[in-house]
């Protein structure tokens, strides 16, 4: 069974600082891998998709990493803001098309 | 911005009664899920649809119900609310061999 495990569970950071979040999951059979952000109260807004034969994926401060072979995915941040307070999460997407989501990371980027 | 709509947004509602929340989407997509996230916890998979008459259980066992008649439309049925089942409920849809799933604002369900 999919695991996926995502660390820190909550950040903390001032404004301007970039940051990595960090994602493994237990089995390497994925389809691709999805980082959302959820707002309190919220549903899910997407924020990239990678591929299971892509490394990488970038959006305007975002970049994601991905690792296939050893479990692992990375969002980093750069030039942190106070609207990037969020929930951040990670899903990967097996067999089926199903998802699999970490219990996330709480992120504060405070002034 | 993904077109997929969830109603209603917020419902409390006593024990015993019948709920039907909604999810309609607008693209096409012809797979559809729900998911169940209680408060500060990761989402579970509990139906999902590959299509119109095409309905699964997920991965999460839960005692609501869904249908498929339309490809725009996917209702979850709770046939006996419980406060057991207080919760956020969110939907999303994928278009078939994309895999990117698109979710809607969630409707949290509380059951006194």
């Known amino acids: 069974k999919q695991e996926v495990t995502q660390i820190p569970a909550a950040l903390s950071v001032p404004e301007g600082e970039n940051l990595v979040l960090n994602c493994s999951f237990t089995d390497s059979a994925i389809y691709n891998l999805q980082w959302f952000r959820q707002d309190p109260g919220k549903g899910l807004t997407s924020l990239l998709l990678i591929q299971s034969s892509q490394r990488e994926q970038t959006s305007g401060r975002l970049n994601a990493s991905l690792d296939k072979s050893s479990g692992r995915s990375t969002l980093y941040i750069a030039a942190s803001q106070p609207g990037d307070s969020a929930t951040y999460l990670c899903?990967?997407?097996?067999?089926?098309?199903?998802?699999?989501f970490g219990t996330g990371t709480r992120l504060q980027v405070t002034l | 911005e993904a077109d997929i709509y969830q109603t209603p947004r917020y419902l409390v509602i006593g024990t015993g009664k019948k709920i039907t929340l909604e999810c309609s989407q607008t693209m096409g997509h012809d797979k559809m899920y729900w998911y169940q996230q209680d408060p500060g916890m990761e989402l579970h998979l509990i139906h999902y649809?590959?299509?119109?008459?095409?309905?699964e259980k997920g991965d999460l066992s839960s005692e609501s119900t869904v249908s498929r008649i339309r490809t725009e439309h996917f209702p979850l049925t709770l046939e006996s609310a419980r406060p057991s089942h207080t919760s956020q409920y969110l939907c999303?849809?994928?278009?078939?061999?994309?895999?990117?799933?698109?979710f809607g604002p969630g409707t949290r369900l509380t059951v006194t």
């Open positions: 999303a849809s994928s278009l078939q061999g994309v895999n990117e799933q698109y």
């Open positions: 649809s590959y299509g119109v008459n095409s309905t």
């Open positions: 899903a990967v997407t097996g067999t089926a098309s199903k998802l699999t």
